[in-house]
């Protein structure tokens, strides 16, 4: 009998190995130890996992079918709050959110929600199992801008209740932040992504790709010209932020979304694509969160060493930890409590290295974390040639600024209702890190949900 | 898929195709560009719009085979199609979103060098268009290489093509056509130029010394071409701007050029290596002392 305090261990590719491939690191379960893990599963009456999934998934539920075995029907229990449960089952902070509230978490091992979540979904599309769609379409249009997590979200839900939705999307490839910005080695994209997108193709939505919302046509132009009756905004952030240090334009210094754009999106790492990347040979990467990890672990790829240079202590580190443990498993080398001054730069105009300077912690800040203080005199140089800023992004404000009447807030994001996704103009909805800055794939994905309960509460009543 | 209705050679290595996309040539205005990929595999490549035909739904572009991937688009014949047209990206041009009647009363120089011709004669057709007359200057190396001459013609008051080699027109730079205009008596209060970095810089030393306020339009390398990557960040003054959306033109006399220049160079090497296997294809094995073979 398995120890059901521990949760059965999900199988890895040996980082060694996986330091130099672009192949999935996570293996998932097999049905064997899907079923060993769903065992363990207290099923309780007041589930507290669901409040803590912000797309309220049926965890007992669909647990307890795979625990039967019946994994169909444990996708038909996932598929009722989610449509991506093979993207979530990879990417979602579990550890923070469903798995954090889990009973079996008091005492031992909480329940492995989410690798149980991506086994389901991967059966799924292993075997081609249909998503359920509408009987009959009800004949209204609606638009949804970005094909992103909230978007595909809102379209699929609006899709099973029968809208006609087309969403438009601006980059040549479906998907969002799924494409361009999460690595393929933690997401991978023709296996998992683009199959996953076919299951919300098969719900009836359409998509239209380059399409810039803002420059090829506005809002109010596809309202007006097209007859949508609504629109759901989902454009993401997308725009990086530098620190604006000397020497930051110099070569070989990238945004972290430029150089994962250019490895996942354009494919960059593969020799059979046009797109050049800069490999590097010893790289550093400005930041701390799940972007920054994601960086470094795609230069270290291409052949690096790797710093990950971030200005707090570990614990403060904004990534997933199981991002960082990844990793440090790998070989990255974090450089902590330290931060950049300036980035030295040779007679060619070539990054060779950065100067920082040591920090320490002092008072928690506003955000209640202890904010970091320079160490007067410790600074000193490090030899480089390249370095990649991952500090953050903002929304794009190409929309906003062409759509009158769409209010934004300080920060740039655009003002939607929590509950519903209503913005400040009649019949335009909005969600995810457009309206709340760089979040994650889940909370973007709730925000879709919302959005299309919103339209469709608007909708309905006409 | 977005289909080639016309592909010509304007000139060796400069090629005309006209495309059907109906979406960028709705709205499309002068100063913009589209963002073109050829195949699965194609790099995304940034065009300035040469031309559009609203009833048509077509775009001209121009472009010179500089990469692999805009190499293999020569190959590219009418009926063939891109896998990816997007647009149009960027700022229209200022002077096409500038009150009519305060820019009737301005007298207009264009300056075009090599492929810069393109961009340039959708502000200057759009001039025409709304009864402006306008100077127009485009400079090549040499005669064979001077494009779009009866369409310039056709759409500028005053049309000056210019040789480095003296083949036809005035014989030297653009900037000593500037410089004679100038002297002639000729006053300007705006000047847009448009072509190679180098040229662009050498225009704007010139216009700058003559007080003639100049606008440029930037053509950096860019991923998305949508305010994502920052890899078309461009100094202006003390601020950086990213070419894609906050341009792609600037205030001539603010852009630091020197750095626009070197930033051009990021992907010389890879670049170089990819051409190579382009052409050699699998005969390609090193030793070529740039590439260090195909490993």
């Known amino acids: 009998m398995a120890d059901m305090m521990k949760r059965v261990p999900v199988r890895e590719q040996d980082p060694k190995v996986r330091a130099t491939n672009f192949e999935e690191v996570c293996y998932g379960y097999n049905q064997e130890e899907a079923v060993t893990e769903a065992a363990r599963c207290l099923n309780c009456k007041n589930a507290k996992c669901i409040q803590g999934c912000p797309v309220s998934i049926n965890i007992p539920g669909f647990i307890s079918k795979v625990k039967d075995g019946d994994i169909e029907g444990a996708y038909e229990v996932i598929g009722e709050s989610s449509a991506l449960p093979a993207i979530c089952g990879r990417v979602c902070p579990q550890e923070s959110q469903c798995e954090s509230k889990c009973i079996r978490g008091i005492k031992g091992d909480a329940i492995s929600i989410g690798k149980l979540e991506r086994f389901v979904a991967d059966y799924a599309l292993e075997n081609d199992i249909k998503p359920k769609k509408a009987e009959e379409t009800n004949g209204k249009k609606v638009a949804v801008i970005g094909s992103g997590p909230s978007g595909l979200t809102c379209a699929g839900d609006l899709a099973k209740l029968g809208y006609e939705v087309t969403v438009f999307e601006a980059l040549h490839e479906l998907g969002g932040v799924l494409v361009y910005g999460i690595p393929e080695f933690r997401l991978p994209k023709q296996k998992v992504v683009k199959k996953e997108i076919e299951k919300v193709k098969e719900l009836g939505v359409k998509f239209e790709t380059n399409v810039v919302i803002g420059k090829s046509i506005t809002i109010d132009q596809l309202m007006e010209e097209e007859d949508f009756q609504a629109v759901f905004i989902g454009s993401g952030a997308g725009l990086p932020m530098f620190m604006g240090i000397p020497g930051e334009t110099a070569n070989g210094v990238f945004s972290a979304n430029e150089y994962l754009t250019r490895s996942n999106l354009m494919k960059a790492f593969d020799d059979s694509y046009d797109t050049p990347i800069v490999a590097g040979k010893k790289v550093a990467v400005v930041g701390g969160g799940n972007v920054a990890m994601d960086a470094a672990r795609t230069a270290l790829r291409l052949g690096a060493e790797v710093h990950i240079v971030y200005r707090r202590s570990e614990a403060e580190l904004p990534a997933r930890a199981e991002e960082v443990h990844h990793a440090k498993e790998e070989g990255i080398i974090f450089d902590l409590l330290t931060n950049p001054k300036e980035i030295l730069v040779d007679e060619d105009g070539w990054v060779k290295g950065m100067k920082v300077i040591k920090m320490e912690l002092g008072e928690p800040d506003a955000s209640g974390r202890r904010r970091p203080v320079e160490i007067e005199g410790s600074e000193y140089e490090i030899e480089l040639d390249t370095v990649i800023m991952s500090l953050g992004t903002s929304p794009n404000p190409l929309i906003a600024s062409t759509t009158k009447g769409l209010e934004t807030n300080r920060r740039k994001c655009i003002v939607a209702d929590e509950e519903n996704g209503q913005t400040s103009k009649a019949a335009v909805f909005a969600g995810g890190d457009a309206v709340t800055g760089a979040a994650t794939v889940i909370l973007a994905m709730g925000a879709g949900k919302a959005g299309a309960k919103g339209i469709h509460e608007l909708l309905s009543q006409k | ?295």
């Not at chain 2, 400069?14 to 205005?29: G, H, S």
Request: hydrophobic content about 35%; proline content about 4%.
């Open chain 2, 1 to 295: 898929m977005y289909k080639i209705l016309k592909a010509e050679k304007l000139a060796a290595n400069i090629y005309l195709m006209d495309v059907k996309a109906p979406r960028v040539a709705e709205y499309c205005q002068p100063g913009q560009f589209v963002i073109v990929k050829m195949d699965e595999k194609g790099e995304r490549i940034p065009l300035t719009i040469c031309d559009y035909d609203r009833e048509a739904g077509t775009i001209t572009i121009v472009f010179q085979p500089v990469g692999a991937s805009t190499t293999k688009m020569t190959s590219l014949k009418a009926g063939d199609s891109f896998r990816d047209f997007t647009g149009p990206l960027g700022c229209p041009s200022e002077l096409v979103e500038e009150d009519l009647e305060t820019l009737k009363q301005k007298k207009i120089l264009f300056v075009g060098g090599g492929v810069g011709a393109a961009p340039v004669y959708p502000q200057v057709k759009w001039m025409k268009e709304h009864g402006i007359d306008v100077d127009v200057i485009i400079g090549a190396k040499t005669k064979d290489l001077l494009i779009l001459e009866e369409e310039m013609e056709a759409a500028a008051g005053n049309y000056y093509p210019c040789t480095d080699d003296g083949s036809y027109g005035h014989a030297g730079m653009v900037t000593s056509k500037i410089e004679q205009l100038v002297e002639e008596g000729n006053h300007y209060d705006v000047c847009v130029a448009i072509g190679p970095m180098i040229m662009m810089k050498f225009a704007c030393l010139t216009t700058k010394k003559l007080g003639i306020p100049t606008i440029v339009s930037m053509n950096p390398i860019m991923v998305d071409g949508t305010g994502m990557c920052g890899a078309c960040r461009v100094r202006v003054g003390d601020e950086i701007k990213f070419a894609c959306v906050d341009g792609p033109e600037f205030d001539g006399h603010l852009v630091d050029f020197d750095q626009a220049m070197k930033r051009q160079q990021m992907y010389k090497t890879q670049e170089g290596r990819a051409m190579l296997k382009l052409q050699e294809g699998d005969t390609h094995h090193g030793g070529c002392g740039h590439c260090g073979g195909d490993n």
